[in-house]
């Protein structure tokens, strides 16, 4: 399975499936669910939250960092969730304006919280979790100190 989200300024959900017979992967609900997340995390924050389920090669961070470069945002101002299911991998990849915004501490938190979650097989409750933990941490841009 390999399925790429990300919220568009239009606020829905646009699914990049690169294998077709895993599409089904997410009900209509479970993407309901996710495009809410993303597009709240976005709105609440300012940054551009992207998300990656799929496999992740052998050098799973070189992959992650490469989408997010790839995002189609402003990198600076990006978020990666990378996951990949099947090698029990979960990567988060932040620009470098967000990453004043996300510590590395705030997002190894977030990956705790899913990590546990996806352990009792909740994917789609890992990731509307986890996307609200970091959008938490990172806060509204207007209530941020500088």
Do not use: K
């Amino acid at each position: 399975m390999t399925q790429q989200f990300h919220a568009p300024d239009s606020g829905t959900l646009e699914p990049v499936v690169e294998e077709e017979e895993n599409a089904g992967a997410f009900s209509f609900r479970d993407l309901a669910r996710v495009d809410e997340a993303l597009t709240m995390s976005s709105r609440e924050t300012g940054l551009w939250f992207t998300l990656y389920v799929g496999d992740l090669g052998s050098d799973t961070r070189r992959t992650a960092e490469s989408l997010h470069a790839r995002s189609g945002a402003d990198p600076a101002h990006s978020v990666l969730v990378a996951l990949s299911p099947g090698q029990r991998v979960l990567e988060i990849v932040t620009g470098s304006a967000a990453a004043r915004r996300l510590p590395d501490r705030a997002c190894a938190l977030a990956v705790l919280s899913m990590t546990s979650r996806l352990g009792s097989g909740d994917l789609v409750g890992a990731i509307v979790n986890g996307l609200r933990q970091l959008s938490d941490a990172a806060g509204h841009p207007s209530h941020r100190r500088h």
